[in-house]
C-alpha cells in the first residue's frame, strides 16, 4: 500500500510565495521520480516539474525562475517552493509519483488527491 500526502496549498496574494509537500509512506522500496502537476478549471492536467532520485529537476516553462523543487530521498518527499505567484497558477496541485514497491519488480504510478491554491487578492 502507498499513499501520497499533500499539504501547503491555501490563499495567496499575487506576488506572495507557498511551499507545497508530498510525502510518500507505505511498502516503498525505492521511488524514481516525484513530481507536481496542477490542472485549472476548465484546463486539462499539465505538468509542473519534477525531481529524480539523482537530483535532475525539469520545469515547465510557464514556472521556470519561479518555482524551486527540493527532494528529501529518504523521507521520499518532494517540496516545490513557489514565489512570484500569479493568478495563473490558481489550481488544484497533484503529486506524482512512480514507486517500486517492496516485494515486486518495476514502478508503478501514484497520484495524491490534489491541494488547492488559489491566487488572489
Known amino acids: 500500500q502507498v499513499q501520497l500526502l499533500e499539504s501547503g496549498g491555501g490563499l495567496v496574494q499575487p506576488g506572495g510565495s507557498l511551499r507545497l509537500s508530498c510525502t510518500a509512506s507505505g511498502s516503498i522500496f525505492s521511488s524514481e521520480t516525484m513530481g507536481w502537476y496542477h490542472q485549472a478549471p476548465g484546463k486539462q492536467r499539465e505538468l509542473v516539474a519534477t525531481a529524480s532520485s539523482g537530483g535532475t529537476t525539469n520545469y515547465a516553462d510557464s514556472v521556470k525562475g519561479r518555482f524551486t523543487m527540493s527532494r528529501d530521498n529518504a523521507k521520499n518527499s518532494v517540496y516545490p517552493q513557489m514565489s512570484s505567484l500569479k493568478p495563473d497558477d490558481t489550481a488544484v496541485y497533484y503529486c506524482?509519483?512512480?514507486?517500486?514497491?517492496?516485494?515486486?519488480?518495476?514502478?508503478?504510478?501514484?497520484w495524491g488527491q490534489g491541494t488547492q491554491v488559489t491566487v488572489s487578492s
Open positions: 506524482y509519483a512512480t514507486i517500486q514497491i517492496w516485494g515486486r519488480l518495476g514502478y508503478q504510478a501514484y
